[in-house]
């Protein structure tokens, strides 16, 4: 093992990989630690989807459109894997009055964000889906979403970032970082000491307790998803389809086609707030992707349990309902496999990123849509370890708009 580096990271997910490409792009002795394998966990189960309808204005849409612009340049001239890229649109798909009423303000409030996002009826949401049942009244759609392979793209991005130099140590765990004088000198790994000025945390879902490794409280917890996978099928859908909540009344609606709530009532977010409590059926969230090999993904029953990542007959069942009932024609598929991952949650939906209050010591973590934020968080994150000029802003995304963040301090 190298015994320094300009830079550290710890994590091979997504979010990790992706700044390490860049940054070793621009710095010599970059390297990446991961406890377990690259693209190991949340990185390697997930729908791959690269959205920008479902984002939240500032840094979570900036972020979006940023990735949409670069992936398909990486495909061309940086990744040497097929990471079965594919621009087809995303679809959004509601079912009651309610729900249609309030999609016509949300598409106008996108619209006016520069996000072309458009309101389709029944009738015209079946004639580019026709295998959607007669319950679904209408859809948002946006041509210029993107799906991709989520395993492939972690890998791809590894990849890159080698040959740029970078190293990549895979079943290492980092066991402490170590301050001098209030900034970061070194951290110690299970196969040794590397001395660095610079660590990144990108470490989701167990971010805080490489935060509490500098005394910082990083509040970003795992939420689980459970999914179902079928049987290789004739093509069935053409796009990734996502379903929405249930809402009962105008102001839940309205937050239907938001991929993440935002938990604080309208407030800054507290460095010490917890997960919700959540009801599997309610919180679930319909999703519907099919892959190059002519399998569907779906999905998803979320909760939060900590770390377990055991999938539950409840949860599949409530996929398994929500499958057929907008899918008639699933009803006699073979299920192959299910799986259940976490995927990191903050308070209010935007994840954790940039500079914190150890000198030398960066977040970038929280990333529940981590494909939609990769390269250009990557990218940003590069620019702010070398002083270059950011894509994106970084500013709403840093750990200090947490209120009682000082003080944890």
Not at 78 to 102: H, P, R, S, W
Not at 311 to 333: C, F, G, N, Q, W
Not at 369 to 374: K, P, R, V
Request: proline share 4%.
């Amino acid at each position: 093992m190298k015994k320094s580096a300009q830079a550290v990271i710890i994590g091979g997910g997504i979010i990790g990989c992706a700044a390490a490409y860049y940054l070793a792009k621009e710095i010599d002795d970059v390297i990446l630690i991961e406890k377990k394998c690259i693209a190991g966990e949340s990185s390697g189960a997930n729908y791959g989807m690269v959205w920008q309808q479902t984002r939240q204005d500032g840094y979570d849409l900036a972020a979006a459109r940023r990735s949409l612009e670069i992936y398909p340049q990486l495909c061309r001239e940086v990744f040497d894997l097929d990471i079965e890229y594919e621009e087809k649109g995303g679809m959004t798909l509601f079912f009651t009055d309610l729900q249609a009423e309030a999609a016509k303000g949300y598409v106008e409030y996108k619209n006016s964000l520069g996000v072309p996002v458009r309101l389709l009826s029944g009738k015209e949401t079946r004639s580019l889906e026709p295998a959607l049942s007669s319950r679904v009244t209408g859809s948002l759609f946006c041509a210029e979403e993107a799906q991709l392979n989520p395993f492939y793209t972690t890998l791809a991005f590894a990849r890159a970032a080698q040959k740029e130099g970078a190293t990549i140590y895979q079943g290492v765990e980092v066991l402490s970082i170590n301050l001098d004088r209030g900034a970061v000198c070194s951290i110690s790994t299970s196969e040794g000491k590397i001395f660095t000025n610079h660590v990144i945390n990108a470490a989701g879902s167990w971010a805080g307790t490489v935060g509490a490794m500098v005394g910082l409280k990083v509040p970003v917890f795992p939420h689980r998803l459970q999914s179902l996978v079928t049987e290789q099928i004739p093509k069935l859908l053409t796009r990734t389809i996502q379903g929405s909540r249930i809402a009962r009344t105008s102001e839940e609606a309205a937050k239907t086609f938001q991929y993440a709530y935002d938990t604080t009532g309208g407030n800054r977010p507290c460095i010490n707030q917890q997960p919700p409590a959540e009801c599997i059926i309610e919180s679930s969230l319909f999703y519907a992707k099919p892959t190059v090999n002519g399998n569907i993904v779906l999905g998803t029953a979320c909760d939060f349990a900590g770390y377990n990542r055991e999938t539950s007959y409840e949860a599949l069942a409530v996929i398994a309902h929500m499958a057929k009932m907008i899918i008639p024609r699933l009803k006699d598929v073979n299920i192959i496999r299910s799986w259940a991952n976490f995927d990191p949650w903050t308070a209010d939906g935007i994840p954790i990123v940039g500079e914190t209050g150890v000198k030398g010591f960066f977040i970038a973590a929280g990333h529940g849509t981590g494909m939609s934020h990769a390269p250009a968080t990557g990218e940003a994150l590069a620019g702010l370890i070398t002083g270059s000029a950011a894509a994106i802003p970084l500013g709403e995304a840093n750990i200090n708009r947490f209120t009682g963040y000082r003080e944890e301090c």
